[in-house]
């Protein structure tokens, strides 16, 4: 049992990176502004160029990294422990792929072009389409199995009708669209993102911090956890539709960013114990500092190239998946 005292040590250490990544994503970029001129600019007035910088480009693009990064590392540790699957992340629930998927649709019907706001908009709307078939599905008295079981098959229809869209798009630049949408991205966001994804992932972050005493409840199994007074049809609420607005929305602004959700609770389970009243706020910060670092290194590595958020991650997360599915075999043995 992980002492209360190293607890919060780790939360107040797991802050300061934070703190400390969201000030160096706001000072990283190929503009070669200088620390001290990067943050001065951010409270100088008029149209300086550096001040436009900071406050249309980098401001945006650091606040929504720390807010989807929350979002990301929150909704793993609680659907690993709603599912009690150590292996579940939120792509499991198909809420990624529907909101891929309607923003796949509005690129594809040229919705997007006509109103700048259509992707973002059409991507929650494919989430939210996504958590009423899942719940629909799984139906009240459904249990965990239910769930991820309804949450694969949507994720895999919305996969097909992606495929389906990419392969008879008539345009050619449309269809490389949609394929560098898919791969996630902070480049180019702005404040409107953040103000029209903000209440989404807030109001999901308050649904899936409200499971924490549930999910300990629930570690003991269902049957134990209702005969201390859970309802588990609330905790299914909460945790299908907390995931589902807050990495909706996250998807909606940002595209398809994998393995954070499933990352960060592994990594700091061994730091704060298994408990999910303790995890879910260390892994949401813990999120927050994964994908701030994997942004900051996409301005590093190749500056000139666009290198895409949710590749790096992917790189990083599939070696990091094999070893915990290596990890979880030999304990099998």
């Not at 300061?16 to 409270?43: K, R």
């Not at 103000?195 to 134990?224: H, S």
């Not at 298994?274 to 999120?287: E, F, I, V």
Request: glycine share 12%; hydrophobic share 60%.
């Amino acid at each position: 049992m992980i002492g209360a005292s190293r607890y919060r040590i780790v939360l107040a250490l797991l802050s300061a990176v934070t703190a400390a990544l969201f000030v160096l994503s706001l000072v990283t970029g190929p503009a070669g502004i200088g620390f001290s001129d990067a943050l001065a600019s951010l409270y100088s007035g008029g149209d300086q160029g550096a001040g436009l910088i900071m406050r249309e480009i980098r401001l945006p693009r650091a606040i929504l990294g720390l807010m989807i990064g929350i979002t990301l590392g929150l909704s793993g540790a609680a659907l690993q422990g709603y599912l009690r699957n150590p292996l579940a992340e939120p792509g499991l629930l198909g809420i990624s792929a529907s909101a891929s998927l309607g923003a796949v649709i509005a690129i594809y019907t040229g919705f997007s072009a006509v109103f700048p706001l259509g992707l973002p908009l059409a991507a929650l709307a494919g989430s939210v389409v996504a958590v009423l078939v899942v719940q629909a599905m799984a139906g009240a008295r459904g249990g965990a199995l239910t769930v991820i079981l309804a949450g694969v098959a949507v994720s895999s229809f919305a996969a097909a009708m992606t495929s389906l869209a990419l392969n008879l798009s008539p345009n050619p630049f449309a269809a490389l669209e949609i394929m560098f949408w898919m791969l996630g991205s902070l480049t180019d966001r702005s404040m409107t993102h953040v103000w029209l994804a903000g209440p989404f992932m807030v109001l999901g972050w308050a649904m899936l911090a409200a499971l924490g005493r549930p999910l300990d409840a629930l570690t003991l199994g269902e049957d134990a956890a209702a005969s201390m007074g859970v309802n588990l049809r609330l905790v299914q609420f909460l945790a299908v539709f907390g995931a589902a607005a807050s990495v909706g929305a996250a998807t909606a602004v940002a595209g398809a960013i994998g393995f954070i959700g499933l990352v960060a609770p592994h990594l700091l389970r061994p730091l704060v114990g298994s408990l999910p009243s303790r995890l879910l706020p260390a892994s949401a910060l813990g999120g927050a500092c994964l994908l701030l670092s994997a942004d900051i290194l996409t301005r590093i590595i190749a500056p000139d190239k666009d290198l895409k958020i949710g590749v790096l991650t992917a790189i990083i997360g599939a070696p990091f998946f094999v070893w915990l599915v290596y990890r979880m075999r030999r304990k099998l043995l």
